[in-house]
């Protein structure tokens, strides 16, 4: 009798099972415990065509999980890197795109120079120090009047959006030229901002929540002319409390 349709003993079934605790670690989990088991006889096969022909079976069956992307160039330059990523390095192929190496997998990327800014006047923010070295290199005119106050209005909204009270224009205008190292002086001038009022209401309008798409809103049941509840509707039905 063939051994395929042997019956197998229940006892010797139980005592042959696979733990996750007993078998070998994904090393990319994505592809699942069978992918991976293609890879590793792949790997163990001897003649170069049928190891070849494997791959690219195994490059089919990654790219069907992804069937968008199985024909992109760089989708398919993917794939080959995975796979001998999930081989352990261990796989010999012919790969149509460079083999990747371990050292260049385990590089670690450089450290990143975050800029380190510390100003005095955090609740300005770093755009305005730079609207201001900008101000600064432009020549004497009326751009540059008009970009200065423009400049100082912003100042004035950020101030208030962050200290919630008024301020004058004097205070403004003296960090406006500590900010810009003297260059910017507006201290006796005779230029009026916007006003703490108008600068507030825009803060709120802004600063106010859009409700999410689909959530309803909450409608009173009183009528807004009269003051009174609105009439049922004759097909409506209370139900009690």
Same mark, same amino acid.
């Given at each position: 009798?063939?051994?395929?349709?042997?019956?197998?003993?229940?006892?010797?079934?139980?005592?042959?099972?696979?733990?996750?605790?007993?078998?070998?670690?994904?090393?990319? &989990?994505?592809?699942?415990?069978?992918?991976?088991?293609?890879?590793?006889?792949?790997?163990?096969?001897?003649?170069?065509?049928?190891?070849?022909?494997?791959?690219?079976?195994?490059?089919?069956?990654?790219?069907?999980?992804? &069937?968008?992307?199985?024909?992109?160039?760089?989708?398919?330059?993917?794939?080959?890197?995975?796979?001998?990523?999930?081989?352990?390095?261990?796989?010999? *192929?012919?790969?149509?795109?460079?083999?990747?190496?371990?050292?260049?997998?385990?590089?670690? &990327?450089?450290?990143?120079?975050?800029?380190?800014?510390?100003?005095?006047?955090?609740?300005?923010?770093?755009?305005?120090?730079?609207?201001?070295?900008?101000?600064?290199?432009?020549?004497?005119?009326?751009?540059?009047? *008009?970009?200065?106050?423009?400049? *100082?209005?912003?100042?004035?909204?950020?101030?208030?959006?962050?200290?919630?009270?008024?301020?004058?224009?004097?205070?403004?205008?003296?960090?406006?030229?500590?900010?810009?190292?003297?260059?910017?002086?507006?201290?006796?001038?005779?230029?009026?901002?916007?006003?703490?009022?108008?600068?507030?209401?825009?803060?709120?309008?802004?600063?106010?929540?859009?409700?999410?798409?689909?959530? &309803?809103?909450?409608?009173?049941?009183?009528?807004? @002319?009269?003051?009174?509840?609105?009439?049922?509707?004759?097909?409506?039905?209370? @139900?009690?409390?």
């Amino acid at each position: 009798m063939n051994s395929k349709y042997i019956k197998e003993n229940s006892n010797d079934v139980v005592h042959h099972l696979e733990y996750n605790a007993e078998r070998s670690h994904l090393i990319i &989990p994505e592809y699942g415990r069978h992918l991976q088991k293609l890879i590793d006889q792949a790997t163990k096969i001897e003649d170069d065509v049928e190891r070849n022909k494997a791959a690219k079976y195994i490059i089919q069956v990654m790219g069907s999980l992804n &069937p968008h992307l199985r024909d992109v160039p760089d989708f398919q330059h993917k794939l080959w890197d995975q796979i001998f990523i999930m081989s352990d390095f261990k796989l010999v *192929a012919d790969s149509p795109y460079p083999i990747p190496s371990r050292e260049v997998l385990q590089l670690k &990327p450089d450290v990143l120079s975050y800029p380190q800014n510390f100003p005095k006047y955090r609740y300005y923010g770093n755009n305005i120090k730079y609207m201001i070295d900008v101000a600064n290199k432009w020549e004497d005119g009326e751009m540059k009047s *008009a970009l200065v106050k423009v400049i *100082a209005n912003h100042m004035k909204k950020s101030y208030l959006s962050w200290n919630k009270d008024t301020v004058k224009d004097d205070v403004i205008f003296e960090h406006l030229y500590e900010l810009s190292d003297g260059k910017l002086n507006l201290i006796q001038s005779t230029e009026e901002l916007l006003n703490t009022t108008d600068l507030l209401r825009t803060n709120k309008r802004v600063s106010n929540k859009i409700l999410p798409v689909g959530q &309803p809103k909450i409608l009173s049941n009183k009528n807004a @002319k009269t003051g009174k509840p609105n009439p049922i509707h004759k097909n409506q039905i209370r @139900k009690p409390l």
